[in-house]
């Protein structure tokens, strides 16, 4: 050994040297127990590691003065003894390498970051607010601007912040693990907003994983790009309060609501079929959503995924809103715009899967960490997607906490949870044999069903006013009935039984509907047992199945009829209401993600007719108390006649809280004028025909009743009065009783 490493080992003995050759190898995942300041017996050695570099010394914190030159003990790492000094001391660093050289603040030097009640509360899962704690956070430490970092991976042997602040060199800026949480954290000094990076992980088995994007990441780069982008929570001033104080009976289900359904990527297109931004939606979206008289915007989700096709239903960043469009302070102002002109905000939330793209969640620090390691419990075959480990209470935190992110940090009126079928039941999609019982053999997922009643709770009991949707396919009990008494603590649930029987009805043939007339009288039969929402969602106009307009039979005219008479059927049934862009329209052709709805065909008589009676009919709905009061209540309906098979009428009464305020609705599914048709009425005297879905304004043939009916004192379908009606030809009309 020669006389210069002789005294190099002489004058810092306290240092492991294999240590240091596992750093520069990559494989060192307890870096601050080597690099930063510790106590030395001569006072106080300090240690530092840039490859590249060629000469390091240290400076005072306050100026430039040279505390120690460092020695170079090994290519890249270096070291200094300085006696007489606390390990609280504070300095700063400068590189030299040719005739360059920089100056930095040693990220080893600072202490951890989240406390030891952040760490207790992650690991018992009831962390509520983890999303101030976890992920990127631009701060400033002892008067040093910089950005925390924090990710969980237990099981890896390293974490490190890569980015191109760091030549993405994983051996650079490895993280400190808090054994007791496996949690990694670090913070970077001279990193700031803007900056994008991932986290480079080594498996415990020594295996470099893909580079992963920061699972809390709040901003992500613009798709296919994958990088996580240092952006912090959102620094907003809102300017809601009005709405916010107002939320709670907005969303009350006595309240009207009547919901758009929108993926922003598609409604409507820019020049050269490029997306809209956030601004751009609200200067465009909003207003016409106002006239149009919907009461909330739903949007398909808005957390950042990789691949368009999803439709964001296949989410990676559920922190981040979508880049695609903006930025997120760009989202928090499109839903201030919301709110400023009265219509609510629900976001589409994906908590059942994610994908299995490498830079997400998937084998996320080399084991299955956020998903179960049994495909029989962790592979949905249906979607090619991973499944949540709800039994995990770390992934239970993650997700709840990141319910309570979007009403916190955005103001989300509600959450509309996609796919909660599937997880509900562990034998969903899958043939015998192919599924795990749960503890009592059965085949109910009993941690889902825990994390969503949790949820739900949490959402209800921290922010006023909001609610919640289930998209529940199944008979499921008291899905939107409250945790307290057994049921799952959803606001709201969709009603996809309803959906499916009326949209099979409709697309019969006239001649036929006949002998299917069951399938619009049977939704009935259970129509309160959930307080429920009547869906014609995106679902409905994809994978082969043609536009709502394009299942209608019959001629041009009576597709469009037909149309009417559905949307009149739907907007005076029990439930709130919801449909798809350019189904208000009488879109054509199939959605396609790719492009714009086709506007142009609003120059139409019958496209812009429907859109008129969309219009009126929201309007009719959130005017009428009768129409929605009691939508969630037995005492809200009653069959005048439900028995007319032969002549496909149907006839009822929608019943408000006061005793007058009571609407009769006729409908008649069969392009057959009915002249002198008798239908019982609980009151004699005038009731006006306030909506005719036939009118000529519609596009329709403009039978009716010349606005008014009177009712007679001729007892008729169990009522005391009735009136002689002239019925449209495959046309709806509401009736409104006048005292």
């Known amino acids: 050994m020669n006389t210069w490493r002789k005294e190099i080992l002489i004058s810092f003995p306290e240092i492991d040297r294999s240590a240091i050759a596992a750093l520069i190898e990559g494989r060192h995942g307890d870096p601050f127990s080597l690099l930063g300041p510790h106590r030395a017996s001569a006072g106080l050695s300090i240690r530092t590691f840039h490859p590249g570099a060629e000469r390091a010394e240290i400076l005072s914190m306050g100026g430039d003065e040279v505390l120690a030159q460092m020695e170079r003990l090994e290519a890249g790492f270096f070291a200094a003894l300085l006696e007489g000094q606390d390990p609280g001391l504070a300095y700063r660093i400068r590189f030299y390498a040719g005739d360059q050289s920089w100056t930095v603040d040693d990220p080893y030097r600072f202490p951890p970051i989240l406390g030891e009640l952040d760490l207790h509360l992650f690991s018992e899962g009831n962390h509520r607010r983890l999303y101030e704690k976890m992920g990127a956070h631009p701060t400033t430490i002892d008067g040093v601007q910089g950005t925390t970092f924090a990710v969980w991976a237990p099981n890896a042997q390293r974490v490190s912040v890569v980015g191109s602040f760091n030549e993405w060199d994983g051996r650079r800026h490895v993280m400190r693990k808090r054994v007791e949480s496996g949690v990694w954290e670090i913070f970077l000094p001279g990193i700031g907003p803007g900056e994008y990076y991932k986290y480079e992980i080594l498996s415990h088995e020594g295996r470099l994983l893909p580079l992963k994007s920061d699972p809390f990441a709040f901003s992500q780069e613009v798709p296919p790009s994958t990088a996580s982008r240092v952006t912090g929570l959102p620094d907003r001033q809102w300017h809601d309060e009005h709405w916010m104080q107002t939320r709670r009976a907005r969303n009350d289900r006595a309240q009207p609501i009547s919901i758009y359904e929108v993926h922003l990527g598609s409604w409507r297109r820019g020049d050269g079929n490029a997306y809209l931004d956030y601004d751009e939606l609200a200067d465009q979206l909003i207003p016409y959503v106002k006239d149009m008289g919907f009461t909330h915007i739903e949007l398909l989700p808005v957390s950042e995924h990789p691949f368009s096709g999803s439709w964001g239903y296949q989410p990676i960043g559920l922190y981040a809103p979508t880049s695609r469009f903006g930025s997120p302070e760009a989202f928090g102002r499109f839903v201030e715009r919301c709110h400023a002109e009265g219509i609510g905000l629900i976001i589409d ?132 009935r409250p945790v307290e008494t057994g049921g799952l603590g959803f606001g709201y649930k969709w009603n996809m039984g309803w959906m499916h029987d009326t949209l099979a009805y409709i697309h019969n043939d006239p001649v036929h509907r006949r002998y299917h007339h069951h399938q619009m009288t049977f939704g009935l039969l259970y129509a309160f047992s959930e307080n429920f929402v009547l869906p014609i969602s995106h679902d409905e106009v994809v994978h082969g199945k043609g536009s709502l307009l394009g299942k209608m039979p019959g001629d041009e005219w009576q597709r469009f009829a037909n149309l009417r008479a559905y949307f009149g059927f739907m907007w005076t049934h029990p439930g709130k209401k919801l449909i798809f862009m350019g189904c208000e329209f009488a879109q054509e052709r199939e959605w396609n993600h790719d492009q714009s709805l086709d506007w142009h065909l609003l120059g139409g008589e019958g496209h812009a007719g429907m859109q008129r009676l969309v219009r009126d009919l929201n309007h009719l709905y959130r005017d009428l108390p009768a129409l929605h009061q009691r939508d969630c209540e037995p005492a809200g309906f009653q069959w005048i006649d439900a028995s007319d098979a032969d002549q496909s009428v149907f006839s009822y009464l929608r019943r408000g809280e006061r005793g007058e305020d009571v609407v009769a609705v006729i409908c008649n599914f069969t392009p057959v004028v009915r002249h002198g048709y008798r239908v019982g009425l609980p009151f004699q005297g005038r009731w006006e025909e306030c909506l005719n879905t036939d009118a000529g304004v519609y596009g329709g043939s403009n039978v009716g009743n010349d606005g008014e009916v009177r009712a007679e004192d001729v007892g008729w379908h169990g009522q005391p009065a009735s009136a002689a009606l002239t019925l449209p030809p495959l046309g709806v009309i509401v009736l409104r009783y006048q005292p």
Do not use: C, K
């Open 349 to 480: 939330w994906v908590p059942a899967h994610f994908p299995t793209d490498e830079h997400g969640l998937a084998r996320f620090d080399g084991t299955a960490l956020y998903e179960h390691a049994d495909p029989r419990q962790g592979f949905h075959r249906d979607w090619n997607t991973l499944i949540y480990n709800f039994g995990r209470r770390e992934v239970r935190n993650f997700l709840e906490a990141n319910a309570l992110y979007w009403m916190d940090e955005f103001h989300i009126d509600g959450l509309r949870v996609d796919a909660v079928a599937s997880m509900l039941y562990l034998d969903y999609s899958r043939e015998p044999g192919d599924w795990v019982p749960n503890v009592h053999g059965g085949r109910e997922n009993l941690e889902a069903i825990s994390f969503l009643r949790d949820t739900n709770t949490n959402v209800f009991g921290g922010f006023e006013g909001a609610t919640t949707f289930a998209e529940e396919s199944t008979a499921w009990p008291g899905v939107s």
